[in-house]
Structure formats: C-alpha cells, structure tokens
C-alpha cells in the first residue's frame, strides 16, 4: 500500500499544515486529519503488530472499528495506550508510537512468534500451562502480554461529569439522526443529539448524496441551524454513547479537549455525561463487515467504505491500483468513487452471480474488468499488498494491486440497542441482525435498523423524532420529511473463502483465524460465548466490531447451524475503551472520599496535631511538642491524664435525640439492655445487637427529661445507628409515637478527663454545682459553661473523672481556647486518640469493631446478662441459637505478658504447645501503658473467661512471647478514681 | 441506574436511595415462642423471585422515609411504589 495525499479534495486544510511523529520520525499533516488519514497519505503501511504473533498490520477501517492501527499516544504522565489512530483528531505536535512491538511496527523482534504460529492454536495456553501449575508460567506470560503501556504517574488532566434530563436523545449524527432530531425539537422538546465524530454527517462526509435536492452537507448544515435555533436542543460533537443502562439512562463521553494541542484550563479533558431520556433515538448506523480469505490482513487491504472515506474525507488515496473485492453493490460505488479520484481500478472481484444491469449502467468506469462468481484465494507483498490471486470457474489470475477494498457486507450498530436489553433478530433477506424486541423507550432508525436506502431512512426516521416528542406531551411542527433516493445496495451473503492457502484472520487484533473457530468447534466450544471466551474472538479493544457477527456466521457453517441458530454475543459497557479518569470525574485525591473535619479543627492544627482518619472523619491522632515522636507524645498524654487532666475532641461521638411517648419502649426494643426505666439525669450503658445478636454498637444512653433520651453511639456508627434507628421505627414499629433527630455534628463535645477535671471546669466557669455529692458519675445536667448553653455527660471512657461537655458546635475553638487557658495552671493538656486508646486499653473498656467482630454476641464480652431482660429486643432469640450458646466461643479477655513487659501486637495469634495446634485466639487491642510500665492487651479467645491463668505463646515477627489471661481490666479495677 | 419514584419526593435517580430487601417479612414473636427454624428462615430464607419483587427502599439521599416498591427482577422495571402503610398492590407475578 503506498497511500498519499491527493491534491484537491476532502474535507482537509490543506492551508494549515501540523507536525507530528509517529514512532519517532517526523510527518505532516492537515487540519481535518486523523492520525490515521495523516500516516496513510504519508504512505505509511505498517501501522502496528497484531497481539499474538505480531504479523504487521496496515489500516484496515477508518472508525471506531478499527482493529489494528492502536498507539500509544504521547508520553509521561499524559500517555495513553491502545487508542485508535482513526479515532484520534491531528494536532500540532502530536506524538505516537505503535503498541505491541520493539523496536518499531515495521521491524518487530516479536515476529518470531510468527515464526512458530503452528504451536499457538486457540486454547494455546489453557492446554500448555496446566501441569503443574500455572503460578509457574504467569509472571513469563503476563511480561509478553498486553498491549500498549499504562502511565507511571498520575494523571495531570481534569475530568468533569454533568448529569442531564431530556425529552428525547438521538444517538448519531448521520442524516437519520439529523431528520429524527429536526422533528423532534421542532415542538420545543428538550431534544439532544449526540455524534461521536467531529462533524455532523455520518456517511455523508465520504458518500455524497442528494437530500431535498441539494447537497447532503449542504443539507445537514441547515439542520444544524434549525436546531441551533431551536431553544431546547443541544447537540454534542465529540460525543460518544458508550452505555445505556435501566431506565433510559445514557452515558456519554465528551471528548472536550482531546483534539487539541494545549487545553484551556478552565476545561476539562473529556467530561462523562449520564443523561436521562424520556426517549432514545438510537441513529447509530452501520459497520461495514469484511469477507474472510487466505492472507487477507497484509497492509493493503481495507474495508471499502473506509477507502472511500479517507479519499472523500480526507483527501487520501489509500493506494495507486486497487481491487475490489465484495458480494454486494457498493462494489461499483467504491470503484466509481476511485476512477473519479484518478486512482486506477484493477479488476471488481464480485462474488455473486449476476448484478443488477442499474448498478452498471451507473458505472462510470465500465473499463474495468469485472469478474463474477469468483473470489481471492491468496494474497502475496512481503509488508504491503503486491497482488491478489482471483480464482473461479474461468479464472485463476494473479492480479498486481497495492490496495484490496473489501465489502462482505452491512451490521447495523446493535451495541446500545443490545445494552438496552433489547432482542435482535436476523434477517435473512438482508443477511444481517437487525432490532427485534424493544425493553425500554428507544427505537432505531435507519442504518442501526436495518434500513440501507437513505430516502426511507430519512422518513422513518423523522417519523421516529415526531413519535418520540409526542410522547413526553410535545407536538411537533408540521415538518415535511426529508427526500432522497431509497434504493438500497443488493447483498447475496457470502462469509469467507473456503479455498487457497495461508492463514484466513476472522478476528485481526487478537489473531484469532478461521482454522481457530474450527478448532473451537471440534472441541465442542459451539455455543456463541464460549467460542468467543476459548478463542478471545472479539475480546480485543475493537470489541469484534469488524470480527463478530462474521465470526458467528462462520461458526455456524462449520456447526451446519443458520446464523439465526447461532446467535449472537451480548453486547456490554462501554461501545468504545473510555479512560477512568473520565469516568471518576472529579472523584479522585482528596474528594474521592471527602473526610469531615470537626468544629475546632483549626484549633487542633494550632496546637500541633497530627491527624489521621478515624470513621470518616479527621482527628488529632496526638500533640507532639517539639522534638517529640508520636510515641512520645502519646505516652505523655496518657500519663497526663492519669496524673493531672487531658482535653479529648469527642465531636464525632453519635448523639441521637429520641423524643416522644413511646421512647422509652422503643429504646427497650433497640437496646439489649432495659433503657425506659432511666430517670430524668441519669446516665447508662447500653448494647445494641442486630437480629443477629451481633454486636453493632455501644454507647451511653442519657434520660435528658420526660419521655426525651439522647442514644450516644461510637463515632463510626453515628450516622448508621441513626439510620438503623429510622429504619426499624419506620418499617417494624410505625405505632410507636416518637421522633429520632441524629444531633451528632450539632453539639462539640469537649471530654475532659483526669484527677484535675473537676478543679479545672471550676476554673472554666460552670454555673451548676459539680461536687462529687451534687453531680456523681453517670449523671447530666443541663447548665451553663463560660456562659456558652452546655449539657454535661459525667461519663469517663479512661477510669478517671471525666465530663463530656457538649456545646453548640460553632462555639467549639472559643471553648477549646477557653479550657486550655483555665486548665494550664492544672497541668492540663490536649489529648488525641493514640493516648484515648491506651486509656481505654488498660480499663478493658470494650471498642466495638475493634475487640468485636461480625460474630461477636454479648456473652462474648461478658454480658450475659441482657438475657435476664423480660421484654423482646432486636437480636434476642438470636442469642438462644445453639451455635451463640457453644462454651468454646471467643471471649474477650485481658492479655498481660509473662517474662517481658513488650507490647503485643493487634492480630497475633496465641497458641498452647507450638503452631501445630492451631490457633486459640487473638489479640484485638494492645498499648503500652505509661501508667504500669508494661504491655496491656485485650484478646478474643475460645472459651476465654474459664482459662483465666493459662499461659499462651504469642508470635511477633520472630520472637515468640508468653501470656497470661487476665482480667481484662489492668488499672483500678474498684473504680475509685471514676466515682472519685 | 434505576429511576425510582419516592413517593413523598417524586422521580429521582437511583444514587438517592438505598434499597432494604425483601418486603414484607413478618417478624415472628415473642421470642420463646419461635422454633430455632422459623427464627432462622426469618433471617435467612428469601424468595428471590424471578419476576414481581416486592421491596423496601429508602429515600436516603432525600426525605429519608422508607416505602415499598415492587420491581420485575427480569427487566428492572419498577411495578408499584407505596408507602409503608398502604395494602401492598395486586401484581402479576
């Protein structure tokens, strides 16, 4: 194939040239160009490698189906892999290399894979690797593998995503989709139109037609402007339908900046539409399919429309002789349309018998010679076309040619119509699969249904627009549908060449061969899906656009099976290969997970803390002061609080009001211990299991008046135990008369702990009277704090006198600042989790999640007692089942170690008399507390509470340690110091 | 993505909702009157229908009420939406 630029023609600015380079030598090109329509008039042949056996391969399509021309573009952080080269618009400077070989296409080392073609069948490698292992083989396949490169760094562009509503969305700016719209938003529907190319169109950018008696062009540039006039409707180039999904929603790509050189930086990269249809138009049109033959994937030959549209387009001639090979009549077009181009026509290889005498008559190059009922048997050229050998009854020549134009054929896009959930059915007469069986409110219309005469394409498809707009309640203007000619190109089908010699490819990009689908078949893969998964026929990024249905066609011949019989594969997301950064959108870095930030986090970054996640939100983890470790700092904070007092942000703690007459019996209902008894100001503890018997949450529990309770949850469990509370008032108890309001990001809650709590709250400014006497443990009171409204919890999670000072959120930082500067005299200093952890650690209180796991029933963390509760609760037969009642269950116990004072590591196992014995449980929070001077450990082990004593091995990295089941609580186990 | 249709809130897109389940399922009670069984079917066992399901959904990202809706497990198409306190619809199976 020698291809080059024709002088007058196409669509091309030929005024404004562009640089670029391709595989690291330098080209030109014009605006207007693709890669590929600028490598092909630049005569380059070898665009890329196939997959398996790396055989050179030249353009074969000129859209979205082609199989073989995939670049990577660019280089860095922006590269791209396994994009098309016909799908990517020129630009200055643009840069790109073949995929899929070194150290060029043109000359390839991997070609020796073709070398040994013979030993790589399909199922090459299911057969191959198996003994003994495939783990052997892996890493070797995995480096050979693979097409182009994904990028080392992150990606620098922007990606945006909008969500859209309309009317009526037509798929496809061909001159089916331009009429369907016209109609559609002449009513004043909100109409889109969405075309993946850069101009609107379709075919009639490379095959001119008449429409309403101009020019088709001319034709579809006015529709433009009726639509452009028109308020409600939009239309999107650079668009690509890549999925439609339940309920008539479509995702879109915009490819809003891909084309050129520098974006703007106030657009994105590409931006993902999901669009929601009252109806969908689908006008997606046809792919051109091939006829399979011996050497048909030596660079020259090419599908017959893509000639035709680089030459008409693009003004490119693909060759200089060319042949025509085709079973139907666009045969004579695609000659016509070279004659008129001055590029010389061999021969037509028709495969058919007879052609209608119209056909040729139309014909302005009646000197070509045309050979009937024939095919091509064989092709020769060592890395493009040379000659082809025609072979019939008659004939059996070599004909010279650099170029092959080859027609077998017309699919209508099915992709969406398939993704919709539609039924496709085939059609014999016009030998292709066409819509049948409609799920949700789409219709297709000319090409992608089937209809190939663009004048009855125009008027269904205007007919289709004005249906589509009725139904959303619109009327549309009384249009008169477009006119052009209706005849449609005669087809006899004919699927491959079953003669000559050399491989025949069905499937180019994954080097999948007649001889393969055979091979399927012999080994009984003759279901549709199984064929395509055995051989990976259609699995390469074109997604058996060119390959599919003719692979499924020729299945069936071997299998003695109609077409119809055979079927066809399912049609999946996405119609093209999309980027994920185009489908995250702006989901990634820091708003991929947006984290919440409590009222004083100013404060906390003032005083130096270092924050980690914790349930979504982020918190002090502890203070260093300077020239402090985290370990330092920790440690230090802990012992603070034991000697002196600590300041703990306890915002995100779930506080959930209940309020009503009924609370009190939906409180028993939740909770696995009794709530409606609590007395105005009191305080209590409470379980809450799921209808598993699982613990969920834990918390406090305060009375805060007459029929009014405050549910404190765990931080994590804020918003879902709020959700939970809803949903079982909602669903299972509607009677009950309450109201649940989640306060959780309304109140800061400042926990104040340690021997110096009370002088130092003395010092802030409490109005109440806080003496041990007036307000004990396990209380509330509602009163004033520095003259800020507060409700006080006297609850301690450290064992030390502790208050929750709950104020309105906004007041935070000033009570922050406010308790620091009444609190330092005392020694008072800002505590973060690491120290809270270690506190806790050491008085064994219980951290859901983190000692318990999705198993653990309250018997496991020693309340068993909930049983001896009389009413019903969520979770309470559970808890009779005999697996909850087994005495050799895990059970929560305290770990201290023998010989040592080391820290024993979270998630290590304990075992009795080496590891041979399995394991016997496993360690679930651990500290070391500065307090004691040794490790402290809670353990879940089996049957736990009745082996207090027993001594366990505990590995930890290669030391092996000893420990001894304790008492889960190591530090003031009377509770002096809380009640103090 | 389903469009669903709160029946408080209108139509909206299904990112607003989170579905519950099966609708519809008794809890059985007072506790020790359940067999072993019944209780574990009542946790477990679901109908998983092909065709009408009927469903409990709520409208998370909105008015967060809870409601009922019958979904064709084949096609997706939403059936009926009701609320919680309205007869559940007759339905074609």
Redesign the interface.
Known sequence: MSGRRLDQGGQVDRSQPLSFTFEGRAYTGFVGDTLASALLANGVSVVGRSFKLHRPRGLFAAGSDEPNALVQLETGARTEPNLKATEIELYEGLSARAVNCWPSARFDLGAVNGLADRFFPAGFYYKTFMWPDWHLYEWAIRRAAGLGKAPKDADPDRYDMR?AHCDVLVVGGGPAGLAAARAAASGGARVMLVEQDAALGGRLNWDAAAIDGTDGLAWTDKVLEELDAAEEAQVLTRTTAIGY?????IGLVERVSDHVEQADSDKPRQRFW?V?AGQVILATGVEERPIVFPGNDRPGVMMASAVRRYLNQYGVAAGQSAVIFANNDEAYLTADTLHAAGVEVAAIVDTRVSVSPDVLAAMSTRAVPIYSEVQITATRGRKALSSVLVSGAQVDEWIDCDLLAVSGGFNPRLQLFRQS?GKPDYDEAKAMFVPDLS?QAETSVGGAAGELGLGEALTVAHEAGVAAVAESGYRAADLVAPVADSRAPQLTPFWRVDEGKGKAFVDFQNDVTVEDIALSARENFVSVEHLKRYTTLGMAPDQGKTSGVTGLAILGELTGRSVAETGATADRFPFVPTALGTLAGQARGELFRPIKRMAAHEVHEELGAVFEEYGGWARPAYYPEPGESGWDAEQREALCVRQAAGLFDGSPLGKIEVVGPDAGTFLDRIYANRLSNLKPGRLRYGLMLN??GVVIDDGVAACLGENHFMVGTTGAGADTIA?WL??WH???W?ELDIVIAPMTQQWGVLTLSGPRARDILDAVGVEADISAEAFPHMRFIETNVAGVPARIFRVSFTGELSYEVNVPARRMPDMWRAFMTAGQPFGLSSVGLDAWMVLRTEKGYLHVGADTDGATVPDDIGWARVMKKQS?FIG???L???ENLRTDRYQLVGLETVGSNAMLPVGAHLFMGGADGGSEGYVTSSGFSPTLQHGVALAMVKGGRARMGQVFEVRMDKALHRARIVDPCFYDPSGDRLND | ???ITCPYCGPR?ELEFRC?GEAHIV?????ET?S?ED??A??FQRQNPVGAHHE?W?H?GGC???FHLVRDTR??E?IAVYK??EPKPEVPE
């Open positions: 969500f999904f339940d309920h008539n929603l999901q929601r959930g799920v209808e598993l959700a809803e949903e909602q669903t299972e509607p019903d309470r037969r559970s009779t089942q005999p | 993505m389903l469009r897109d519950g809890r059985p009670g007072p506790p359940v072993d209780w574990g009542y946790l409990r709520v998370e967060r009420q809870w096609t997706h939403v919680m306190d």
